[in-house]
């Protein structure tokens, strides 16, 4: 079956703005997304994104062009050869340092260094390689809260690829709970979590919200990280509040600077503080706790 590329060019700065805004869109698509270098001396760029047919391709075109403001004419498609597509959108992926971590794809494994937290995440069928601005502020957070407060119980709401987990796994040896609606989304994460030796602590669970038997038996929870969307956050408050103990802490992004503050207001109605924000792209993480 053929595969289709979708694609426009532009300079740096767009592509990574083009980049950031189609993400969020075809997260729970399994539609690989890449940004590629194709001129260095004019500093050119070609966004991608890839299906697995025609039908795929015929789908996402209107979906793309609404999102950039753009017609269908406007964009780009090819067919592509018989090709791993993985690792084709592979080639265009740089290694994101935050923090001491280092996530990187199984091309980058040699560009480790001495004192790097390696994570090594394939782009793919789930979301949050770590070379999103939202997922690299939050690996920043979870470092500095996870030294700070030493918790003992932890949760990855919405884990998508568990890197986050597997992050807090490797800063310190403690149990985590990583769950997502999608079941594709936790099979690929429990075999993210088996690749980097997290399995021992990160156990993977398909779940919908809080409601599920086995994560009330683990609530409630020294903290909890959630890189989902600014809209769930917000529906969701109330229930974090329940599920995190009184000294705990919430990780939360996957929200916008413009969002920032309908978070922020939710937050606070359900009686949980605003301790700090990390700013990274147009993206934020909040460090949030519980008002005592």
């Known amino acids: 079956m053929a ?10 700065d767009q592509a990574e703005q083009i980049f950031d805004l189609l993400e969020p869109v075809f997260e729970e698509d399994g539609m690989p997304l890449a940004n590629t270098e194709i001129d260095e001396d004019k500093q050119i760029y070609e966004i991608s994104l890839y299906t697995e047919d025609k039908a795929g391709a015929d789908s996402a075109l209107p979906r793309m062009a ?10 780009g498609v090819e067919e592509l050869p018989d090709i791993d597509w993985v690792l084709h959108s592979l080639e265009g992926l740089k290694p994101v340092r935050a923090g001491r971590f280092f996530v990187h794809g199984s091309h980058d494994r040699d560009k480790l260094q001495d004192g790097d937290i390696g994570i090594e995440i394939d782009a793919g069928l789930a979301f949050g390689t770590g070379h999103h601005g939202t997922t690299a502020s939050c690996l920043e ?25 597997i992050a807090v796994a490797k800063l310190r ?48 929870f020294d903290l909890i990280v959630a890189n989902i969307l600014a809209n769930p956050l917000i529906e969701l ?5 329940t599920h995190v103990k009184d000294n705990g802490s919430l990780i939360l992004s996957g929200i916008l600077e413009t969002q920032r503050d309908s978070v922020l207001a939710a937050y606070e109605a359900a009686g949980i503080e605003h301790h700090k924000t990390i700013y990274k792209e147009s993206w934020v993480a909040l460090h949030l706790k519980p008002k005592l």
Do not use: H
Request: proline share 6%; aromatic share 4%.
């Open 173 to 220: 040896d403690i149990p985590v709970l990583a769950t997502d609606i999608d079941p594709v989304a936790v099979e690929v994460a429990q075999e993210n979590v088996v690749k980097n030796g997290a399995d021992k602590w990160v156990s993977t669970l398909t779940a919908t919200g809080f409601d599920d038997p086995a994560m009330q038996a683990r609530a409630p």
């Open 3 to 12: 595969q289709y590329r979708l694609y426009l060019t532009r300079d740096k």
């Open 66 to 75: 609404a999102c950039l403001g753009l017609s269908p004419q406007d964009i």
């Open 237 to 241: 408050a109330n229930e974090m509040r």
């Open 141 to 165: 957070m979870i470092e500095e809260v996870v030294a700070l407060e030493e918790p003992k119980n932890v949760l990855d709401l919405g884990t998508g690829s568990a890197v986050l987990a």
